[in-house]
């Protein structure tokens, strides 16, 4: 007898606490995922529906998370082919020219990056003719210190002489930067990406990418210069 009160009471308890909250399963809807109710055949039963419902919302949810794993992977896949290409092309290159020419044809056109560039370490008779900028290390040093004392790149807003130094002409379209030094026995050069949108490049992003290509042509690069720095 006592338990059957106990139980009684208890339902009375759970019911009145429903009645008073009307909303109560309606916020807390992960309550309903675990109750069983029989589902008439007269007629739905409004907490049949509920549960339904939640179900469906949970369901577009995880259609959601789907999707946007899908698309990632089809971004990923569509970088690593253009990455593929870039890189064979760089190993294509017979000369300095032609591999700054590869590089600057890939961020431009495959990659649709806004502003780039490579400016090389030194002076203008230690590298055969190329594209690519050229600026001695003291120079460098004075304009971008930050960037050459760096031992990751450098991601997000700079200077303005900073980006004058890396961008030249292209100054007035770039609002945010990501470089990287490029090394091999001692800095090479500095390659650098622009972007106009302030926001596009932060210094808390990934830099698998240009930290990659740099590797690359950090390993190229020594075979067509004149003199190692």
């Known amino acids: 007898m006592n338990n059957d009160k106990s139980t009684d009471i208890s339902v009375k308890q759970v019911r009145g606490f429903l009645r008073d909250h009307p909303t109560f399963l309606d916020e807390n809807p ?17 907490l049949v529906e509920r549960q339904l419902a939640v179900l469906r919302s949970r ?18 896949e569509t970088m690593f082919e253009r990455t593929n290409r870039l ?17 600057y044809d890939s961020l431009g056109k495959d990659y649709g990056i806004e502003a780039y560039s490579l400016t090389l370490l030194g002076t203008a008779e230690d590298f055969p003719k190329s594209i690519a900028r050229i600026s001695t290390p003291d ?13 990751n790149a450098t991601c997000g807003r700079l200077s303005a002489s900073e980006m004058n130094f890396l961008f030249g002409d292209s100054l007035n379209i770039v609002g945010s930067a990501a ?41 190229i690069l020594p075979n067509y210069l004149h003199v190692q720095n």
């Not at 992960?30 to 409004?46: C, F, R, Y």
């Not at 090394?183 to 210094?203: H, Q, V």
């Open 179 to 219: 470089v990287v030094i490029l090394r091999s026995k001692g800095n090479l050069g500095i390659l650098a990406l622009g972007n106009s949108d302030s926001e596009y490049y932060t210094n808390d992003m990934g830099t698998i990418f240009i930290d990659y290509i740099a590797e690359i042509i950090s390993l």
């Open 87 to 103: 890189v064979a092309n760089l190993l294509k290159a017979n000369n300095l020219s032609e591999l700054v020419q590869s590089l």
């Open 30 to 46: 992960d309550i309903l995922e675990t109750m069983i109710v029989a589902h008439k055949p007269q007629g739905a039963i409004s």
């Open 59 to 76: 369901n577009s949810e995880m259609d959601e998370q789907l999707n946007s794993l899908y698309a990632i992977a089809q971004d990923n």
């Open 139 to 151: 120079i460098a040093k004075q304009e971008v210190p930050s960037v050459l004392s760096s031992t």
